[in-house]
């Protein structure tokens, strides 16, 4: 970055090039070469920033300008006024919500104050497809480490003293899941890299993918010298195309330097990464149906043992670690272990990135410290809920997650804490829940999406969910009985109890943990046939208050099936037999009269 | 060897370090429940994907079950079977599986030997507890199997014999979730796939997901047609296992009841497929040594080895697989052929009944049968050779529809002319049998010397691929034996790339042969009812006085009254065939 003076960094995720980003920074290009800038002031497309409810992102550095939904046609603007006569756009800052002001630099933006970046410590700082960039951060330094001063068995040390469990769910100890790998006598190993993100809501790896390629090349190298591999796989599903995209670039430029290939850094060590193509099953994230289909054969899981690590990818000794474990390692064998492991918990060490989602003011990606609180991530990083509702539940771990309430809001997060809360860590998914959300149609929600991506090889599995979904189908609908209360507990638990693979022995966790926390909810449904949230379209009747209409006609001119009648400035009537229950009514009225109940 | 030491249900025992906890509960007289897991002991086979869930077990220190039937036993080990946990969860696996599964026990065809149905009564369920939408799909008609998939159960068994015992691959899990079910590929139906109706998925279905085609009806109306001469074939592997559906031990021949219960259901003329078979021997047999002495001799255009053709689902199996190699079998039909195609000639002629009028029906281990009977080249002005082929099983509810008590029959003979046979044919239904009904015709004929000894050990058991050396006189004669049709892919592997060290290769596609054939008796997975059968096919071949197919006065009489010599152009129009491309 050394020859430039300034340089536009715009955000290059998913989701702000669906807002345009890509021709933002066209823009930026096409007047920089206008005003002969272009060789002054550098404009890269880096991975994401996180602060995706803000995006499209643009940073200006040196001086860490944190511009936020910029749109293509302002950078005419940011150019004429910050660039050239070093006048910020007010505008554009990030607007603190309760102090009104504008914050010029994102160190004083609260979403970014409580994180540490160590898996998404380059994104949103180098372009991912120019590996200058990387190994101008330290990058590959820990290969070269380990390739010339480590002995593999150092180097798996330093892993597991780190502490780092697997970031993809699981939360095994990754340098034993090495050490035993390394244990296996084979003349072929294999490292994969897991990168078929499945959880609804998650994106992290999909963003150090997009944002920093080589540190999961890296760290994959560096895991094959230290089991003893020359190949490495990086699965990682078709719908990821921007992923797959820098991914082949990374790897090919990782060739060009010498960093992938025979005769690493003239070690004798050799090592390549090759990338396999899922079509987006969830439960291919499940280790041995990960290999199962990236050897050619149906994506559906075996019983372990045997591990991947005695018997994984064409029989071989396999070592299977999801992307954002990978990203770790490389900081670690860097830092050293004692400076990994003195953040976190007693028993998870690190970071670890959570994708927020939900009813909460800033959605995006986040990387905190083990042992954070919830309160802290709802609200003093994502803003707090959003419209002033209340806060109800927190989803975290995905579809096999849980639902927690208020009462775990100061509970340290870590693995064994949400485990014990009747969650888990998951991939990291965090959808937060306000007092519109009805928690039986949520646990319906989650049980709909592991039902269609159950790959129905076990019993309880295929048909179990689909009994459960049936139970929360006919609940949601009005027609629950008490019995069904008891009959999902009793067969959740023998889901859960006798599925083959993780997808199944988790999948009832969202029923039991909304059943555990949110019982009158359920009782609610079932006694008194009533959605308190009034989501459950069959439990609800729309009306209108008398006293409160005003007959402004919003109403009546905004149903779509002319269920409303009334003259102007005269009470209006719902229609309880044409009514949809679509909500319309509620949204547009702005005198609070149309009731639900 | 290393052991290891655990406790089931308070029981130590003591059991070889990879022992399942199945196989290590059962050696202490603990019997898990299953009902995907499927073993045959001997023969390579196993299904044990863990799909179920019904053998599930409780470890002491396992957060969930263990499914028995694929866990290792280990050091330490405590298990309990049958806990109120084990049991409501074995219960509540079991009532799921019934609640997707259409409650018609009383009218399917696999009614009595279900092992859905079994499992439901042996874990007493009475009540389903959940209710819902079931699994929809078309019903799949072919010649020989009926896939009704909505009582599949997703065990996996066909998949497992179709992919990995047969390499035929037409049997695989499609969809996902509920969705997910066990069909061709694009849920294709069975007859535009390369199914080769071998029929061992049959024979594995637990439920009536996969059955035979039934012809029963058929049969039963040309009986009661008084227009209509109806005579009946019986194959060799028939005779050891039709007891079976009677309660009779495996193993027990029933030859003489079987021909007493064709005779009272009302055959006019109750013949054996073997005699047939000992005229594929001399067809064949003289085939094998023409083409031995031209290679011999030098010829650059004969080809070998010689391959058998008996078998209908090895000749398609080829044909899809390996056309390019199909002018290496026998021409020769197969037997089931042969006799259909001398009944509707030289013995209509002789009884003076004419063709439309003779109703040829046999009786087969076979569900490919069915579909061979069928093929186009078996007809004559549409007037197929065999009218219609009925498996073992099928034969057996006609004998109950009948109201025939089997087991007191008395013993009865077949009729004349074509019911005489010797040894040689009746070793057709098991594996190596036809290779050395074979041997023992080609050494006489080829030396012109009696054979020192009638019985081939050396081609006889159950290893899947097998070989021997047969000394004709001073000429080494190298022979292959393969069943299972993956077994036999291997052979057919070598001959394309040139290795094969043989001159001839004898292919059945069942495991075991025809005696464990898709359409006899259901095993239920039990292995040693096929070495039963095989010893009985062994034992009535004993038995016989006349062991060499050539000997048989009744084949040489056809010979001299209506073919004239092995091979003969008549020969060529009634007892021989071609191969198609079919890939």
């Known amino acids: 970055m050394a020859e430039y003076n300034m340089h536009i960094l715009v955000c290059g995720g998913t989701g702000c090039k669906a807002s345009q980003s890509e021709l933002i920074k066209t823009n930026f290009k096409n007047k920089l070469n206008e005003y002969g800038l272009a060789d002054e002031i550098q404009v890269i497309m880096t991975g994401c920033f996180g602060f995706c409810e803000k995006g499209p992102i643009v940073k200006i550095l040196p001086d860490n300008t944190f511009y936020t939904q910029v749109a293509p046609e302002d950078v005419t603007e940011i150019v004429d006024e910050h660039i050239i006569k070093g006048r910020k756009v007010e505008r554009l800052l990030y607007l603190n919500p309760e102090t009104k002001e504008r914050i010029g630099d994102s160190k004083g933006i609260n979403f970014y104050k409580k994180q540490i970046r160590i898996a998404l410590r380059n994104c949103g700082f180098i372009n991912p497809e120019n590996i200058e960039e990387y190994i101008g951060r330290d ?76 540190s999961v090349l890296e760290a994959m190298a560096i895991c094959g010298y230290c089991i003893g591999a020359d190949k490495g796989l990086v699965y990682i599903r078709a719908e990821y195309p921007l992923a797959i995209e820098r991914l082949k670039i990374a790897i090919r430029q990782a060739r060009e330097y010498g960093l992938l290939g025979d005769d690493i ?141 208020k009462s775990f809001l100061d509970t340290p997060i870590d693995y064994d804490n949400l485990v014990a809360a009747g969650s888990m860590m998951g991939s990291g998914g965090m959808i937060v829940l306000d007092d519109s959300d ?116 919003l109403c009546f001119r905004n149903c779509p099936v002319g269920a409303i009648s009334g003259e102007k400035r005269s009470t209006h009537y719902i229609d309880q037999s044409l009514c949809i229950k679509c909500g319309v009514c509620f949204e547009k009225c702005k005198f609070d009269s149309v009731l639900i109940a | 060897m290393e052991m290891v030491n655990l406790i089931i249900d308070h029981k130590p025992v003591v059991v070889r370090k990879g022992t399942t906890i199945l196989k290590a509960a059962s050696s202490i007289g603990i019997d898990i429940p299953t009902l995907c897991y499927m073993k045959l002991d001997d023969m390579n086979i196993e299904n044990k994907p863990g799909g179920c869930r019904v053998c599930v077990v409780e470890v002491k220190g ?39 599964h ?95 109706y071998c029929g061992q998925c049959v024979a594995v279905c637990p439920t ?55 005779r009272r259901l009302g055959f006019d003329y109750v013949f054996d497929t073997d005699f047939a078979a000992d005229l594929t021997i001399l067809e064949e047999g003289t085939e094998l040594l023409n083409r031995l002495s031209a290679f011999m001799a030098g010829d650059q255009n004969v080809k070998l080895p010689i391959l058998t053709s008996c078998c209908p689902a090895w000749v398609k199996f080829f044909e899809h697989h390996f056309p390019e190699l199909k002018e290496i079998p026998s021409t020769a039909r197969s037997p089931q052929q042969m006799f259909g195609s001398i009944a509707k000639t030289y013995f209509a002629d002789k009884i003076g009944v004419k063709r439309e009028n003779l109703v040829v029906v046999s009786i087969m281990p076979c569900l490919a049968k069915k579909y061979e009977s069928s093929r186009p080249e078996f007809s004559v002005n549409g007037n197929p050779d065999v009218d219609f082929a009925l498996s073992t099983r099928e034969l057996a509810h006609l004998i109950n529809l009948g109201n025939i008590e089997f ?177």
């Open chain 2, 62 to 100: 396992r957060r969930n079950l263990a499914p028995a039937c694929c866990t290792e036993a280990s050091e330490g080990m405590e298990i309990s079977t049958h806990t109120i946990r084990v049991v409501n969860a074995r219960r509540t696996v079991v009532e799921l599986i019934l609640s997707d």
């Open chain 2, 208 to 262: 009536g997901a996969l059955t035979e085609a039934d012809e029963t009806g058929a049969v039963i109306r040309a009986l009661s047609d008084p227009t209509k001469t109806v005579v009946v074939q019986t194959a060799p592997a028939v005779r050891a296992a039709l007891g079976e559906e009677f309660g009779m031990p495996a193993g027990t021949l029933v030859t003489g009841k079987m021909v007493a219960a064709l």
């Open chain 1, 438 to 553: 009805c928690m039986v149609a949520i646990a319906k929600f989650y049980l709909e999406f592991t039902l269609e991506e159950s790959c129905g090889k076990c019993t309880p599995c295929r048909i179990g969910n689909k009994r459960l979904y049936e139970i929360l189908e006919k609940i949601t609908e009005g027609n629950g009985e008490l019995e069904d209360l008891n009959r999902l507990r009793l067969l959740s638990n023998v889901i859960k109890d006798t599925s083959l693979c993780g997808l199944g022995q988790t999948s009832p966790n969202p029923v039991l943990s909304t059943l555990d926390n949110f019982h009158d909810e359920y009782l609610a449904h079932v006694t008194s046939h009533k959605c308190l949230a009034g989501q459950c379209k069959a439990l609800v009747n729309y009306s209108i208050d008398a006293d409160k209409c005003t007959g402004c006609t």
């Open chain 1, 139 to 214: 990058g590959y330094s820990a290969l070269g480490t380990c390739l010339s001063e480590k002995t593999p068995d150092e180097a798996i040390r330093m892993i597991k003293d780190s502490g780092l469990r697997g970031r993809g769910g699981g939360g095994f100890s990754t340098g034993l899941k090495w050490e035993l790998t390394r244990k296996s006598i084979s003349d072929q190993k294999y490292v994969v890299c897991n990168a078929d993100e499945g959880d609804p809501g998650a994106f992290m790896d999909r963003s150090i993918l997009e944002g920093d390629p080589h």
């Open chain 2, 102 to 196: 259409p409650a018609e026990c009383l009218i399917c065809a696999k009614s009595g030997n279900c092992d859905l149905q079994n499992m439901a009564n042996h874990l007493g369920i009475r009540k389903i507890h959940y209710q819902g939408e079931q699994s929809m799909y078309r019903e799949d008609t072919s010649p020989a199997i009926i896939r009704e998939i909505n009582k599949c159960i997703m065990c996996r068994r066909c998949e497992t014999m179709c992919n990995d015992i047969q390499t035929v691959g037409v049997l695989s899990a499609i969809n996902r979730g509920f969705q997910a079910v066990v069909a061709p590929a694009f849920e294709m139906n069975l007859d535009h796939s390369v199914c080769t």
């Open chain 1, 265 to 405: 850094l003239g070690t004798g060590f050799n090592f390549d990464v090759e990338i396999r193509y899922g079509a987006g099953a969830f439960v291919c994230g499940e280790e041995t149906a990960l290999i199962h289909s990236m050897e050619g054969l149906r994506g559906e899981p075996t019983v372990k043992p045997p591990f991947p690590a005695e018997k994984g990818y064409n029989g071989k000794p396999t070592n299977v670690n999801n992307v954002e474990t990978f990203a770790n390692i490389p900081v670690i064998i860097n830092k050293g272990s004692e400076w990994f492991a003195s953040i976190g918990t007693e028993k998870s060490k690190g970071t670890k990135v959570f994708a927020l989602a939900g009813k909460i003011n800033n959605v995006g990606l986040i990387e905190v410290p083990m042992g954070i609180t919830l309160r802290e991530i709802i609200y003093d990083i994502g803003g707090g809920i959003k419209d002033g509702h209340e806060f109800k539940a927190v989803q975290t771990g995905g579809p096999s997650g849980g639902c927690l309430t």
């Open chain 2, 407 to 583: 087991k007191s029959l008395p013993n009865e003979d077949f009729d004349a002319p074509l019911g005489e046979s010797t040894g040689a044919g009746v070793i057709f239904g098991t594996t190596g049998g036809v290779i050395e009904a074979a041997v023992r015709t080609a050494y006489e004929v080829f030396t012109g010397k009696p054979l020192p000894r009638v019985d081939f050990e050396e081609l006889r058991g159950m290893d899947g691929l097998r070989k021997a050396t047969i000394d004709f006189n001073g000429t080494p004669i190298n022979i292959g034996i393969a069943h299972g049709l993956g077994n036999a892919r291997k052979l057919l592997e070598d001959i394309q790339a040139g290795n094969s060290e043989f001159h001839a290769i004898e292919i059945m596609s069942c495991p075991g042969g025809c005696i464990g054939g898709g359409g006899q008796p259901y095993h239920h997975g039990d292995a040693e009812i096929l070495k039963k059968r095989q010893r009985a096919i062994y034992s009535e071949d004993q038995n016989k006085t006349i062991r060499k197919s050539h000997e048989n006065p009744y084949i040489t009489k056809l010979y001299e009254e209506f073919l004239g010599a092995p091979l003969s152009e008549k020969s060529h129009h009634l007892l021989h065939t071609k191969y198609f491309d079919r890939s």
